[in-house]
């Protein structure tokens, strides 16, 4: 049985795109999509692996406290080089045992993103709770 009844992720972001909708034409039903952001597609693969990392050790803190829940918030910055800096890990005391973790796992990413000239800001904030 999974334990990750419920995780929300929200990916809030200040430079980078995301794909949207638009309708053609007042009274049309055509809805065309905007192209994705590469930049998203990477950030977005990344996030998993930090979901995954997160995932695999809440799982393991509900052997020990089943009624471990709150929200983890991430936030780092991704460098124009790709790399991760600023790396802050946010969570209540009852899951504060995966904070290290996800710390590690954050400075460990590299990101190839097109060029930028300035830190690309992310925070992402995860709801874990127990499975009912």
Not at 37 to 47: F, H, Q
Not at 72 to 77: D, G, I, L
Not at 78 to 96: F, N, R
Not at 120 to 131: A, N, R, S
Request: glycine share 6%; aromatic share 6%; with cysteine.
């Amino acid at each position: 049985m999974r334990y990750f009844a419920a995780m929300m992720l929200v990916l809030l972001m200040t430079a980078a795109g995301a794909a949207f909708a638009q309708e053609n034409e007042p009274g049309s039903e055509e809805v065309t999509y905007a192209p994705v952001d590469p930049e998203l597609a990477v950030i977005r693969e990344k996030v998993g692996e930090i979901r995954e990392v997160i995932q695999r050790d809440y799982e393991a803190l509900l052997e020990t406290d089943p009624e471990a829940r709150g929200t983890v918030t991430v936030s780092f910055s991704i460098t124009p080089e790709g790399t991760v800096t600023d790396a802050v890990v946010d969570c209540p005391d009852e899951l504060e045992g995966i904070e290290a973790g996800i710390t590690e796992a954050l400075n460990e990413l590299e990101f190839d993103l097109s060029e930028r000239s300035e830190n690309l800001p992310v925070t992402i904030p995860f709801d874990l709770m127990p499975p009912e």
